[in-house]
């Protein structure tokens, strides 16, 4: 059984995807997130970029809403996302990132240089856009570049994600 503490630190996470602050997740608030990043780093909504990153905001969605949404409303209320998805995460978080993979690969390539990896303040630019706590986002940023060059790319960013919403520490 998950603990009540597990379960607090979890629910917290909520709000990051509860964009407009309306008590639930639904589709609005993941096209919200891409809006934002979109504005962020200055990309049209029509460019290949926009259309890839409102693509992944949608399968992020379905992902979410295949696992969390148990009475089909299409909106996933705090107890739904804590009893539903994170639960079934809990001991799988690479799960959680292949359903978050398609929204953040685009992300990263909102911010990303020629090279396809963006420097640590436009990652934690990212997180930060996404709802991460800036004095969360700036740290995880830092400790994803692991070869010290100022870099991350998406196989750093990807699994960091699945641990933040799934694992409690």
Do not use: C
Request: hydrophobic share 45%; no cysteine; charged share 30%.
């Amino acid at each position: 059984m998950v603990s009540s503490e597990y379960e607090l630190r979890i629910a917290a996470r909520f709000a990051v995807f509860d964009q407009d602050g309306n008590g639930y997740i639904d589709r609005e608030d993941f096209n919200t997130a891409a809006k934002a990043l979109l504005v962020e780093f200055g990309t049209a909504a029509r460019s290949d970029k926009g259309q890839a990153l409102y693509a992944g905001a949608e399968a992020f969605w379905q992902g979410m809403a295949g696992m969390a949404d148990r009475d089909g409303d299409q909106r996933i209320t705090r107890e739904e996302f804590v009893n539903g998805a994170v639960k079934r995460l809990r001991d799988n978080p690479d799960r959680f990132g292949e359903i978050a993979r398609p929204f953040l690969h685009a992300a990263l390539d909102l911010a990303a240089g020629p090279d396809g990896t963006a420097t640590v303040a436009d990652a934690a630019r990212v997180l930060t856009m996404l709802g991460v706590p800036e004095d969360v986002a700036r740290p995880a940023a830092a400790t994803l570049d692991t070869d010290g060059d100022g870099r991350v790319g998406e196989a750093e960013i990807v699994p960091a994600f699945a641990r933040y919403f799934t694992v409690p520490e």
